[in-house]
C-alpha cells in the first residue's frame, strides 16, 4: 500500500472537496471522492456568519441570510486537521475561466491564501452583473498579457476606481502568423502541439521581463488581491500562476493541476465555433483544439526548459526573474497562511 503523507493528503483534500454555489445564499461541499476522510466540523470564516450548517457522511450543506461573495469554509476532520476550501471557480458569465488559485498546500503544508490571487481570460464582455461581482472580491491589481491587437480588439470591461492595470503585453510564438497558417492548412495537429510546447519554452526564455514585471506590481502593490489574464487565460496566464505558486513553494504537480482545470472551465466547443464563425468554417476544427485547449505537455516544456537551462525552478525565479530571499519572504506573507 501507498504510504501517503501529510502534506499530499492535505493536498488530495483541498484538490478533491468540492465547493460549489447552489444560489440564494446556499453552498454544498462535497467530499464524496474522498471516501476514507472523516470530517468533524465545517465552520466560515469569519467575520461572516452561516444562517444554518448541515453537516452529513460525504457532505456539508451551508446558508447564509443574504448573498456572500466568495465565502472561505473551514473544514475540520476527526484527525484534527483543518483546510480552508472555497469555490474555485468565480461565475462570470461573460468570463468562464475566471478562478482563484489560491487554497493549494506547499512544501512545508502551509496553505495559498483565498481570495488573493485570480487568473483569467479576455475581460471585454463582463456584464452588470459580473462588474458587480469582479467589485465585490477587491481586486485591486490586474496584469494584463494581452497583446495590442488583442486589446484593441476586446477591450476589457472593468468597474470604475482604484484599480492599477499593467500592460504587461507579450507575443508569444508569433500566434497571429501562427495562426494564418493554420488557416491556410499549411500545418497539421502534431505541428499545433509543437507550436503550443514552443510557446512554452518561448515564455521562459524570451519573455522573463515581462514576468519581472510582474512581480515588481504585486510586491510594490498594497496587500490587495490581483489578477492575472491575457485572452484564453491558459498559456501566458497559465505561465505566470506557475512562476507564482513555485515562488509559494508548491510542488510541479499541484501547479499542473490547477493549469489543467482550464480544460474544465473554458467551454472549448463554444470557443472552436466562434472561431469558425468569425473566419470562416473552411478551418479545420481538428487543428483549433489543440490551440484552445491545454495539455500536459505544454506547460512540462516550459518545466524542461527551465531544468536545461536554469536547473530548477528556484534558480530561475532567482536568477532569470531577479527574485530575493526577501522579496520572496515578502510573497510568502501575503499569500500563504501563517500556520501549517
Known amino acids: 500500500m501507498a504510504v501517503i503523507n501529510s502534506t499530499t493528503a492535505s493536498e488530495l483534500i483541498v484538490r478533491n472537496l468540492r465547493v460549489t454555489a447552489e444560489g440564494g445564499g446556499g453552498y454544498r461541499l462535497d467530499w464524496s471522492l474522498l471516501p476514507w476522510l472523516s470530517v468533524a466540523r465545517v465552520s466560515?470564516?469569519?467575520?461572516?456568519?452561516?444562517?444554518?450548517?448541515?453537516?452529513?457522511?460525504?457532505?456539508?450543506?451551508?446558508?447564509?441570510?443574504?448573498?456572500?461573495?466568495?465565502?472561505?469554509?473551514?473544514?475540520?476532520?476527526?484527525?484534527?486537521?483543518?483546510?480552508?476550501?472555497?469555490?474555485?471557480?468565480?461565475?462570470?458569465?461573460?468570463?468562464?475561466?475566471?478562478?482563484?488559485?489560491?487554497?493549494?498546500?506547499?512544501?512545508?503544508?502551509?496553505?495559498?491564501?483565498?481570495?488573493?490571487?485570480?487568473?483569467?481570460?479576455?475581460?471585454?464582455?463582463?456584464?452588470?452583473?459580473?462588474?458587480?461581482h469582479f467589485e465585490s472580491l477587491g481586486i485591486g491589481l490586474v496584469c494584463d498579457f494581452r497583446q495590442l491587437?488583442?486589446?484593441?480588439?476586446?477591450?476589457?470591461?472593468?468597474?470604475?476606481?482604484?484599480?492599477?492595470?499593467?500592460?504587461?503585453?507579450?507575443?508569444?510564438?508569433?500566434?497571429?502568423?501562427?495562426?494564418?497558417?493554420?488557416?491556410?492548412?499549411?500545418?497539421?495537429?502534431?505541428?499545433?502541439?509543437?507550436?503550443?510546447c514552443g510557446i512554452n519554452d518561448e515564455l521562459v526564455l524570451e519573455h522573463s521581463s515581462r514576468y519581472r514585471q510582474m512581480f515588481e506590481c504585486l510586491l510594490s502593490t498594497a496587500r490587495r488581491p490581483a489578477l492575472v489574464h491575457c485572452t484564453a487565460g491558459k498559456d501566458r496566464t497559465g505561465f505566470a500562476a506557475k512562476l507564482l505558486l513555485s515562488a509559494l513553494g508548491v510542488e510541479r504537480e499541484t501547479i499542473m493541476h490547477d493549469y489543467l482545470l482550464t480544460n474544465d472551465y473554458l467551454p472549448i466547443d463554444q470557443e472552436i465555433a466562434s472561431v469558425l464563425a468569425h473566419y470562416g468554417e473552411h478551418i479545420d476544427p481538428a487543428l483549433l483544439r489543440p490551440m484552445l485547449e491545454v495539455r500536459t505537455s505544454y506547460l512540462q516544456s516550459a518545466f524542461a526548459a527551465i531544468d536545461k537551462h536554469f536547473g530548477s525552478v528556484s534558480c530561475y525565479l532567482t536568477e532569470r526573474i531577479g527574485l530575493t530571499q526577501s522579496d520572496l519572504n515578502e510573497l510568502q506573507a501575503r499569500y500563504l497562511y501563517a500556520e501549517g
Open 44 to 132: 466560515v470564516e469569519s467575520p461572516i456568519a452561516a444562517a444554518s450548517i448541515s453537516l452529513q457522511v460525504t457532505e456539508a450543506k451551508v446558508r447564509f441570510v443574504s448573498e456572500v461573495v466568495h465565502p472561505i469554509f473551514i473544514v475540520t476532520t476527526t484527525q484534527g486537521g483543518s483546510y480552508r476550501l472555497a469555490e474555485r471557480r468565480i461565475a462570470l458569465e461573460g468570463c468562464p475561466n475566471f478562478r482563484d488559485f489560491g487554497g493549494y498546500i506547499n512544501r512545508q503544508g502551509r496553505q495559498v491564501r483565498w481570495g488573493c490571487l485570480y487568473r483569467s481570460g479576455r475581460l471585454s464582455a463582463l456584464t452588470p452583473a459580473d462588474l458587480r
Open 149 to 196: 491587437a488583442e486589446v484593441e480588439a476586446s477591450p476589457s470591461v472593468l468597474p470604475e476606481g482604484e484599480l492599477e492595470c499593467a500592460d504587461l503585453s507579450i507575443d508569444p510564438g508569433n500566434l497571429m502568423g501562427f495562426f494564418a497558417r493554420v488557416m491556410d492548412g499549411a500545418v497539421d495537429e502534431v505541428g499545433v502541439g509543437e507550436f503550443m
